[in-house]
């Protein structure tokens, strides 16, 4: 039975993996430009810089199958994304360099009330299980015990199933713009 637990070191490659998997069909190329915008976008940053503020599903094996990632001062991550990340992406071509900067740029519009926010990724075989609702649990009462006010989460705007999730958990719809929807959370 999976079982949900704190973020270790050891579970990065495991993280990585499965944004891939659930990212678009591009980015499972290991040689398309979107696999590094994904992992460094969405992955990265916050195994590396806050595994503190993540949460995996463990496999029987103890393997990482989905997991929760928050930042939880967007300030604070906005300046070290900028500076360690973005640069990274000097190696995508020039579309995939802006959507990864506008990655960070968008919360900036609700930071006071929402300054934290948060990426979910599960396995396709580990959902439609309450794993979903159990990580959301685990790291809202993680927030809560820090004093975080809110959190916020971006979505892709026909990720109808991503958003509807979100809405029944309690996110409230924040912004929409074309391909995205961001959303947010009072804690």
């Known amino acids: ?5 704190p973020c270790q070191t050891k579970d990065q490659a495991n993280m990585q993996k499965v944004c891939i998997a659930t990212g678009p069909e591009e980015a499972r190329r290991k040689d398309g430009p979107r696999r590094l915008m994904l992992l460094t976008t969405y992955c990265d940053y916050y195994v590396e810089r806050e595994p503190q503020n993540c949460f995996v599903i463990a496999d029987d094996n103890d393997e990482a199958v989905g997991y929760i990632l928050c930042a939880q001062d967007y300030w604070k991550y906005f300046e070290r994304f900028m ?4 640069p990274r992406s000097k190696k ?10 506008g990655a960070a740029w968008i919360p900036r519009l609700f930071v006071k009330k929402y300054p934290a926010h948060l ?6 075989e580990y959902q439609r299980m309450g794993l979903g609702t159990q ?3 685990t790291l809202t009462a993680h927030l809560r015990a820090k004093g975080i006010p809110g959190v916020m989460l971006g979505v892709a705007a026909d990720n109808e199933k991503g958003r509807n999730f979100y809405k029944k958990y309690g996110f409230k719809q924040l ?13």
């Open 119 to 124: 990426h979910i990724d599960i396995l396709p």
């Open 1 to 5: 039975m999976p079982t949900i637990r």
């Open 92 to 101: 995508l071509p020039l579309p995939q360099r802006v959507e990864c900067r």
């Open 83 to 86: 500076k360690d990340y973005v």
């Open 135 to 137: 990580l959301m649990d």
């Open 175 to 187: 912004l929409r713009i074309p391909m995205s929807v961001v959303m947010g959370l009072e804690l």
